[in-house]
Every structure is written in structure tokens, then in C-alpha cells.
């Protein structure tokens, strides 16, 4: 009797006044990672320590429940929170051992423990632990709990929760799992990390058949359930988070911007991130990069072996396989293992794959790499560039065979946006993410060399200059303040074509045309005009080599300004976080960006305008590109982008930028069948940098190659034939489907008939006389001393199409 008074007195004024509130397990908050998804809701990444996925009780299977029943608390639905034959285990244990071996522990105990209790072993802890579990039962259904239990519980590899464990050993969702499987799972709560399948296998079976027991003795199962499932080996083995799709360098940018507003807590407060990246794009982005960047590779010969094995014959295969595994994949490149030379093939081992032949077809490429310009003389024989014991690169090809590769030394990246919102559509930032994460679209600053061009050229047309004004193709001496000694610039072709019209020189990417043009307008005015496409002014060069793409600017940067020309003369501001949600699946960020709106009414737009240009605008937002808008700056739904440029300037850049791919520098684009592309090569000085920008009116892709040492390319690898694949690989998947957009040619343009010598008015018998774009207010008049009587001038025929104009 003395005995229950103290214990009343000890419970009465000790323990009950420091229990804590139940109410918090009713809306509980779980650590869960953050996923980064795209567009189509395909698994781009998930960051955080803790994996775990919550599950819904009433969505699990029976037989899961059941073998955590029989493993942890048989009496589960029967006891009310403690199990006092399970307490008279542990004690009579107690008596017995003098140690504490067995704590007795129900699940409601196991919840009141994990959610509010530390995991000591102490009198003190147990006798919370008790009266936590009866007051965990009067506030929560016996369900409610066990869902607790399911969720929460740690069962080893970081996983916690049954959600986790079942992706994490088996790769597979809950209700998929096995019985042998469920019960493996069922049977870790007591030795997590030491008597999991991973760490130690043996013991875990010896634990999953314990638990196949407990089951068939409480009729969980059959008798032919238990045999068949205790007899099945062992088939658990680490699985990462399931990825759907391969966008690390925008998963990182999310987890960056995230991590900056919210620290750690992002890793486990169970955002769901939505981008606007798009599967099909995506996917076709990586592909085309790393076609791409091999093809280069193997332009410029075979550097040899990443690692030789000396004296590969006394090499176990264990040895061999653990070597074999320090070398990651890394795009779609197997690390391989030279095992036989013959004449023209070789065979090789690869971890996973076994035993493949690469033929002649897949190694007659491989001539010794001497320098950028210089290869070595063609191979007869696969001894010459291989031997027994080389670690080596190989590529699956579209046939089914192998083939000889090589982790590409260049770089490059593609970055792809929907010129109406911004919306990223598709982004790549190297060849492979886990080999260097610096990101070449949002963080390589380089010289865009030529296609940068079309931003000078714009500012000539508004200036008043037209398709048609002269200016002569002829060499050149600048003695320019901001250039040190004399500056004698030239063609890439190293010829001058004398007088030239604006569209010819841009056509074909004619630099003398392109210093003239610049020294003519002005430096200042021009970078006046190309901050209107985004650019900012102090970031430029202030001096004639503007002209050449001297300025160091992103990817990402190019693509904004080139969507400028794509939706008319706007100015977007490009984002990639869609939508965020919390743990509890409610909306807590939604993009609001500013849109193009060609058609809307005037008033109401420009009084939009005035504050958008305000925003967009500002030279502080040096990291815009990591949301789509602040919300400090979202003063109504529905806002548009800003015009930055008047459209007659934009429709008249826009078809001398077709006539680059049909005529000029782009030509290969024309394999792509469309007339709708518009686009501009960029090379710079020595190949240090090889651009291919293009749009139509719905897709803009700014493409780069390049060394991140700055090393020279190769004296034959400009935009056009190193950069330009890429975009067309790209864009024939991004267009697939899309019917042909070309922008709709606004008032205030009339068709001239001009002398494609002079540019002026053509005579009504001038046999080559051509048909030129002209603002109205810029069209020629004709003079008494030039009689033209037919001179055609056309004011903004609907009719009229690009062919017929040109």
C-alpha cells in the first residue's frame, strides 16, 4: 500500500505535469526531403538526409501491417497502449539477466518514445513512455497510430518510414513488395543499421524468417505462404530515389535558391518543387549535348586509356570488378576493361554488362590526338591506340554494338525558353553533372563573338538605317582609346567584299560591315539600345569590339535577349520554379510572370508597362534568374512584359535572321525543313568559343561550345559546325508537331524595289532589281534626276510572305 501511494505521489507530481500535448501528433510534421519535379511531374531530384515518403494507413497492404504486428505487438489493436504481459516479459527478464535486455515496448510506446522521448534506457524514460502511451490512445484512433509508427520509425540507409525502406532496398512502391520482402522490412525496427540486408545480410535473414514465423503462428499466412517466402534468397541491394527524369543542373538551381531562403529546413520540410523544364525537351537537351561533345571529340583523335591494370592475369576478378567501380559512369560512357587485342576488334569487361566486342567500326576513329588542329595517321591495327589492361570509355550505339569513346575534354551547354513567359523549357549545363557541377549556362560569362551581332545591327535599323544601307566590306585601321595599339580587325574569311548591304553582311556574318556599322551609330547609342534587351550597360565593352561580341555573357543572358526578338519586341524576365507546395500539399509559391501580350489594348497595357520596366529593368536584380518574379514586385495578376522594341525594328531583324539560315552562316539548320527559324552563329577570336542561337516564335535555344581553360577549339570549329548540331539535334524534337510561327508583319513596313549595287530605288528595267523592307517613314522618294516611273512601293500587304518580300 505504501508502495502505490509513492507511486501515485511520484506520478501525481512528477511525471503527468511534464508529459507533453498530444494535440501535436494530430498535425504532425514529418521530415521529409524536398523533390524537385518537372513540368510533367516526372522526379527530377530529392534532397535531404531523411528519406521518407508518408503513407496513408488505409492505402498499405494488409500483409505489411500484419508482419509489423507480428514483429513489434501482436496485441496491437487489443491493449490499451501498454501490454502488461509484455512488461512482465521484460521484468521477469530483468529478474533473471540483471541487465535490461527487453523493454516491452508496444508500438503506441515506440510512437510516444520516437516523436517525444530520447531512446536511453533509464526507469524514468519507461515510466514516461507508459503514461505518454495511455494518453497517446485516448486522443488517436488505434489506426492513427500505427500510421505514426509506419511513417516514422527508422529502418536503416537513411530511410525512414516503410514508404522509404521499400525504395531504398527494393526499388519498388510498398504495395509491390513481396511477402518475403514485407517481411525483411517488418523485421529491422529492432537493429536498423547493424541487421539490415546491406550491412549484414545473413543476420537479416535469420530476423526476416523470425518474423515469416511469428506470421504464420498468428494464421497471417499459410503453411505454403511460409515455405515458399522463408526459402527466397535474399534480393534487397541499394536503390537512389527513383529519378524519371535527368535535369541535375536545374535541380541544383532550385535547392540553391531554396537553401538561401529557408537553410537546412528545406532539406526536410517537404516541399514539393515544380519546374517548368518539359520531359520531351529535356531529354532531347541532354542528348543532343552530348552527341554533340563526343562528335567533337572525335574530330580531334583518341588521348588514350584513363588507367592501366600492370599484370592484368594475376588480377582476381574481385579485384578487377572493385577497380572497376572507382570509375563512375559518367553521360552514357561505360568504363570498360581491356581484356584481348586482336587485329581490328577488342574484347573488354564491363561491370554489370559482362564480357562485349568492339569491332573495327567502333575503333577505326581513334587516331592519336596531337593537338586541337592535328591528328595522328589513320590506325591499321587496334595494338596501336589499345593493349590488355587499359581502363577505357565505351558508348552503346543505336545498333545495339560498342564502340570505342572518351570523356570529352570540351564543354558546352544548352539552355531553352519559351520566349512568351520566360518559362524554361530545357537546360543543360555541362556533359555530365557529377563529373563538374559549375553550371556553363547561368555561371560561364564568355564572348559571344558574332551572335551578338544582331543586337548591333538592330540598333543601326534604329538609328535609321535599313536592310539595304551600304556600307563598305573594306579593311579598316582603329586607333579606338579603349583598345590598346592600333586595332586592325578583319573577316573570319580574311577577304573584303566592298560596298555591302546591312542584310548581306549580317547574312554572312561580315565583321568590317559590323565595326563600320557600330563606329557610324555610335557606341553609346547602341548601348543604349541593347540594354533594352536586357544586357546590362556596365557589363559591356564601351568601344568598338562591342561590335565583334567582346562582352562576357551568360548563356542564360543570350537567350533572354534573343527572346526579344522572338515575341516581338518584349522583354521577359526567364524563370523555372512553377509551383511550390508544402507538406501538406497546399500552394505556397505560384509563378506569376510577366507575359507578352501583342494584341492587348494600349492604355491598359502602357500603364503596366511603367512599373514593369521599373522592375525588369533594374540592374540590382543580379540573380533574377532564380525565381520568376519576387513577390515584392507582383502588383497584379496577369502582368506584361514590357516592349522594349518597336516591332517594325523586331520584324525587320527577324527575316534577316531567317536569311541566316537560309542563305548565310546557318545553312545547315535547313535540314530541319521549316522556314520559320531564325538564328546566328557566333566564333570568337582563335575558337575559343562556338555559339549557334536560334528561335521561332515559340522556342528560343542558345547552344555553346567551348574549353572551361579557354583553350582554342580548333581552327575549323566555328559555330556553324560546332555549336549549330547541337541546335538542330535539339530543335527537331522541341519543334516536332509545332506548325510553322512566324511573327505577323505590323504596320508601318512597305516593300521597295531597290539596285541590289546601291541600294537605292530600282529602275523599272533593272532585271535584278529585288524587293527590301523599309520603315514607311524610311522608304526612299525618287529625284528628278533619276526617272523611275514603275518604282513599286507596297504599304503592309497582308498577303505578302517572307519569299515573296525577299
Known sequence: MVLGIITVVIVSWYVLPGLPEIDTLKDVKLQVPLRVYSEDFSLI??????????????????????????????????HPGVDWQGIARAVYSLVKTGSKKQGGSTITMQVARNFFLSREKTYLRKLNEIFLAFKIEQELSKDAILELYLNKIYLGQRAYGVAAAAQVYYGVDIN?????????????????????????????????????????????????????????????????????????????MVRSHLTDQQGDAAYSNGLSVTTTIRDKNQNAANLALRNTLLAYDKRHGYRGHEHHIEDLQSKTEKEIEALLKSFPTLGNLYPGLVTHVNEQSVSAYITGIGQVEINWEGLKWARKYISENRRGRKLKTAAEVLSPGDVIRLIETETGDWALSQIPDVEGGLVSLSPYDGATLALVGGFDFYKNKFNRITQARRQPGSGFKPFIYSSGIESGMTAATIINDAPIVFDDPGIEDDWRPENYSRKSYGPTRLKVALTHSRNLVSIRLLHAIGVPFALEHIQKFGFAIDQLPHNLSLSLGSAEITPWEMARGYSVFANGGHLINPYYINQIKDYNDEVIFQAEPLVVCNNCVEDEANTLIETAEQNILSEEKENEFLVAIPEEEIT?????????????????????????????????????????????????NDQHDAWFSGFNSEVVTICWVGFDKFKPLGSRETGASAALPMWIEYMRVALEGMPESIMERPEGLVNVRIDPETGQLAHASNPDAIFEVFRLEQAPESTTETKQPDVFIQENEATSTPEQLF
Do not use: C
Open 45 to 78: 531530384a530529392e534532397f535531404g538526409e531523411k528519406r521518407r515518403a508518408p503513407i496513408d494507413i488505409t492505402e498499405v497492404q494488409p500483409k505489411l501491417t500484419q508482419a509489423f504486428l507480428a514483429a513489434e505487438d501482436d496485441r496491437f489493436y487489443v
Open 176 to 252: 509491390s513488395l513481396s511477402l518475403p520482402q514485407v517481411a525483411m522490412i517488418a523485421g529491422l525496427p529492432k537493429a536498423p543499421s547493424t541487421t539490415n540486408p546491406i550491412t549484414n545480410p545473413e543476420r537479416a535473414l535469420i530476423r526476416r524468417n523470425y518474423v515469416l514465423q511469428r506470421m504464420l503462428s498468428l494464421s497471417y499466412i499459410t503453411e505454403d505462404e511460409y515455405e515458399l517466402a522463408s526459402n527466397a534468397p535474399t534480393s534487397a541491394s541499394l536503390h537512389s530515389a527513383s529519378i524519371d527524369l535527368k535535369a541535375p543542373y536545374i535541380a541544383e
Open 636 to 684: 497584379t495578376e496577369g502582368l506584361y512584359a514590357p516592349r522594349v522594341v518597336n516591332p517594325q525594328n523586331i520584324w525587320i531583324m527577324n527575316s534577316i535572321t531567317r536569311n541566316v539560315i537560309k542563305n548565310g552562316t546557318g545553312r545547315r539548320a535547313l535540314q530541319l525543313k521549316r522556314t520559320d527559324l531564325s538564328g546566328k552563329t557566333g566564333t570568337t
